[in-house]
């Protein structure tokens, strides 16, 4: 297991040299973030971010995201067109050496929260969800807000997609991955990069649109439609623990052995009974996943991937993008490779 963190890159308000102080830190997970959507990756710019990094005495290995195009997602006439630029940035990132990419397949949408700051009673912050919260969707003509929302669509393009999802139901989704997929993954494999496919967040549909990668039904269904190593997943504890009926261990355990889990997402979340939750503190405590549990699967199966401390919440004070400050995350990643240092004595 080899600890990393993610970073949004010479943008992020919180630097390497900051990141590089973590004890245990060996891992930037990152991404190219001035590229459209759906364009390649140019060789130059993942090259200038791959020496960014290295400077630093980090390893530049994971890639989270490459986002999919909604037109792959939506099977649109133009899917192939899309489809082979991925296979071209993926070229690209094999070139960097990169291992693993995470991507995923939810409509329009890679999260859906109710609230970005949410008050824990020891005045930190973080994401939440809350059934009562989410508005109501009546007709096309009044798509909700939510906060987040307006960071990447403009409303009219917005109703378009939503527009266009009528037609897309899980199984024509399951379709659409699944042709992806048929193409995708022997380009991965030519470039020595194995895919991990991130749950939905949170993994049930919302607003009507269909979400697929949601439970471990859902997950044997993604193995079947191609069984080499390449069509792997980042295994989110806190997005799949926010199902009740998803048995996170149980399911951590089996796609371990298969030898299907390429990336590791540590995040606590406090899960209420109507289905609301909050996230909270990495330690096991503080929500509804046992951290130690997680760990314990990870030495079991020998994981030598990279795990990220996930979301964590603002604390002293600190602002900036929901759910990625330094200093909760840094406290997530320390307690994280405590676990594991302790487990290995
Ligand atoms: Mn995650």
Not at 47 to 63: D, G, N, P
Not at 268 to 297: C, K, P, W
């Amino acid at each position: 297991m080899e600890l990393g963190f993610r970073w949004y890159g010479t943008e992020d308000s919180i630097t390497l040299n900051h990141i590089r102080q973590i004890p245990n830190l060996k891992q930037i997970v990152s991404a190219i973030y001035n590229v459209p959507v759906g364009e390649i990756w140019p060789l130059e710019e993942i090259q200038r971010l791959e020496t960014a990094v290295k400077k630093k005495s980090l390893a530049f290995e994971v890639i989270e995201s490459v986002p999919v195009h909604e037109e792959i997602k939506l099977g649109g006439q133009k899917k192939d067109y899309w489809i082979s630029n991925f296979q071209e940035t993926l070229k690209n990132l094999g070139k960097c050496g990169i291992k693993t990419v995470c991507y995923n397949f939810m409509p329009v949408f890679d999260w859906t929260r109710t609230n970005l700051s949410f008050q824990h009673q020891d005045g930190s912050n973080s994401l939440s969800f809350s059934w009562e919260q989410l508005p109501e969707v009546n007709s096309l003509d009044s798509l909700p807000s939510l906060p987040g929302w307006d960071l990447s669509y403009q409303q009219e393009e917005l109703h378009e997609l939503f527009r266009r999802y009528q037609e897309v139901d899980e199984e024509k989704l399951w379709e659409n991955l699944s042709y992806f997929l048929k193409k995708i993954i022997p380009a991965a494999k030519e470039a020595g990069i194995k895919m991990a496919i991130h749950p939905d967040d949170p993994p049930f549909s919302i607003f009507g649109l269909p979400r697929i990668i949601t439970d471990d039904k859902a997950y044997k269904r993604l193995f079947d439609i191609d069984s080499s190593v390449e069509n792997g997943i980042t295994f989110c504890t806190g997005s799949l623990a926010a199902n009740s009926k998803n048995d996170i261990y149980k399911m951590l355990d089996s796609y371990l052995k298969l030898g299907k889990v390429h990336f590791m997402h540590a995040r606590n979340i406090q899960l209420h009974e109507n289905g609301d939750f909050e996230e909270t503190a990495h330690a096991s405590n503080y929500g509804s996943i046992d951290m130690v549990r997680v760990i314990e699967l990870l030495k079991k199966h020998q994981f030598t991937g990279c795990i990220r401390p996930d979301h964590g919440r603002m604390i002293f004070g600190e602002t900036g993008r929901p759910g990625y400050g330094l200093y909760d995350r840094a406290l997530g990643a320390s307690y994280i490779y405590g676990i594991w240092e302790t487990l290995n004595k």
